[in-house]
């Protein structure tokens, strides 16, 4: 399911150097440039949209940057004109969230003059990002085999030609404001951002009651032959106000093996009520259109070749039964679900079903054998 940001905080900041002839920006200490609450919800504007607060770890930093325009022949006045063009005002700067403020570590301000675009990616420092003139680009991104260290990568849509804080848009409670968005009201620039990978999910349950006679315990699940590594454009046209509409990543490459979940540190036995493994829970994640910090995030790629192999042990209940270790493979693509989309979750269901073992008795006829005159006299 696609999902978007929109973010703001407090950033001040030094000036940056200035490259190209149009006047310097001249800043004043009483408009320092802030950013508004990040908040979460789709990617694209719909009736069912929901907001959902944006973490404050420090795992959700983010970067920004931000270029300056100016009419040298009027310099009140400026607006976008390419990305190049720009002089660059914030380059890649971290805002974090600190004393109920989202902000870099040194202070920028809002110029008197002219206007500022601004453009950024989450988490800072998780990939090899550039603003260009496409937008945002990261560079062979590899997607690591420990979950954990696994990070739901954002890029952002400019926010173009801003000359002061954004009061009260989506993003920060008050008049226009999203319903369910957070109480706290920040003041600032909104930047809306968007997932870039994909996000998937399993469930595991039983097709019946085996609880009688058979355990059936899950010890790993796993994704083969699985892309590591590609590269992402966002393909944003370079012109004022011009939206993304075809960003991408190159073909993955780079194929491993993923241990989605290994039972062994649970020892999870499954039964008919679903399981969700990356929480290690019987009950449903978060709301569909909100982070969930368990989940398992991959690139988007086809998934012709890649398989779904989990393994489990039957175990009958009684006394001293012997243990038999299952291994099934399937192909991961279907004609439903052909690849992995940005922004996407997708949740597979596992159904473990056992067929019954039947005995049927069948009695051999009796077969008459001569014994040859070995007759016994007594």
């Not at 008919?272 to 368990?294: I, M, Q």
């Not at 398989?307 to 006394?319: E, H, Q, R, S």
């Not at 009796?366 to 005159?373: E, L, R, S």
């Amino acid at each position: 399911m696609k999902k978007l940001f929109f973010i703001a905080a407090i950033a001040g900041v030094a000036l940056a150097g200035c490259t190209k002839n149009e006047p310097a920006p001249s800043v004043t200490d009483q408009q320092a440039i802030t950013f508004a609450a990040p908040v979460v919800g789709l990617n694209t504007k719909a009736t069912n949209e929901v907001w959902n607060n944006y973490p404050t770890g420090t795992a959700y930093d983010f970067a920004v940057w931000a270029k300056y325009y100016v009419d040298p022949a009027d310099v009140t006045n400026g607006t976008y004109s390419t990305w190049t063009e720009g002089k660059t005002y914030m380059n890649e700067v971290t805002v974090s969230y600190s004393d109920n403020t989202w902000a870099p570590a040194q202070n920028y301000y809002w110029p008197k003059n002219g206007s500022l675009t601004f453009i950024a990616y989450a988490p800072a420092g998780k990939a090899e990002a550039a603003a260009t003139e496409s937008g945002i680009t990261f560079t062979d991104f590899e997607v690591t085999q420990t979950v954990s260290d696994q990070v739901d990568l954002l890029f952002s849509e400019r926010a173009y030609n801003k000359k002061a804080v954004d009061d009260n848009e989506v993003g920060s409670e008050g008049t226009g404001a999203e319903a369910g968005v957070t109480a706290d009201i920040y003041k600032g620039v909104h930047l809306s951002f968007k997932h870039a990978l994909s996000s998937v999910a399993f469930t595991v349950k039983t097709l019946a009651d085996y609880s009688g006679s058979t355990k059936i315990t899950l010890n790993k699940i796993e994704l083969l032959n699985v892309g590591s590594k590609a590269s992402f454009d966002q393909n944003l046209k370079d012109e004022n106000n011009a939206p993304t509409t075809a960003a991408s990543w190159t073909a993955a490459a780079e194929p491993k093996n993923y241990l989605v979940d290994n039972s062994d540190n649970l020892n999870y036995d499954v039964d008919t009520e679903a399981y969700w493994t990356a929480s290690h829970s019987k009950t449903a994640p978060a709301a569909a259109d909100g982070l969930r910090a368990t989940d398992f995030i991959l690139l988007p790629q086809n998934l012709s070749g890649i398989k779904l192999k989990v393994t489990y042990t039957l175990a009958n209940n009684g006394t001293g039964s012997e243990q038999l270790v299952q291994v099934i493979e399937k192909d991961l693509q279907t004609a439903a679900i052909g690849s992995w989309e940005m922004g996407k979750r997708y949740i597979y269901n596992i159904i473990i079903g056992l067929d019954t073992i039947y005995f049927e008795p069948y009695v051999a006829p009796w077969v008459d054998v001569p014994t040859n005159g070995q007759d016994f006299n007594f």
